[in-house]
């Protein structure tokens, strides 16, 4: 059974930070591509960031020079760092992991900036 779990949401004022982290279990870390997502209400859920198994990384423009996404491949977890944060990054955060021919996401975090 492959469980990814995220925490570190909460409520920041304009111009803060906070740390999401995922813990997965299973067999999915190793190897897998690990992603952020975000889904605003109303919107579609969209790509934040991902990192490989290397180590590379790609981000949504928007999160460019704010967001920092990184793993910890040793405690099989993956964080991203926010800051800078604005009321539109207001989302409820997901992440993925993908190692094919598997696809697992976890059940999201909320993340609230107010302005």
């Known amino acids: 059974q492959v469980q990814l779990v995220e925490s570190g949401g909460g409520l920041v004022q304009a111009g803060g930070s906070l740390r999401l982290s995922c813990a997965a279990s299973g067999s999915i870390f190793r190897n897998a591509v690990m992603g952020w997502y975000c889904q605003a209400p109303g919107k579609q859920r969209e790509l934040v960031a991902a990192i490989t198994s290397g180590g590379h990384t790609n981000y949504a423009d928007s999160m460019k020079g704010r967001f920092t996404i990184s793993r910890d491949n040793a405690k099989n977890t993956v964080y991203l760092q926010m800051n800078s944060l604005k009321p539109e990054d207001t989302a409820v955060y997901y992440c993925?992991?993908?190692?094919?021919?598997?696809?697992?996401w976890g059940q999201g975090t909320q993340v609230t900036v107010s302005s």
């Open positions: 993925r992991g993908t190692r094919t021919p598997y696809d697992y």
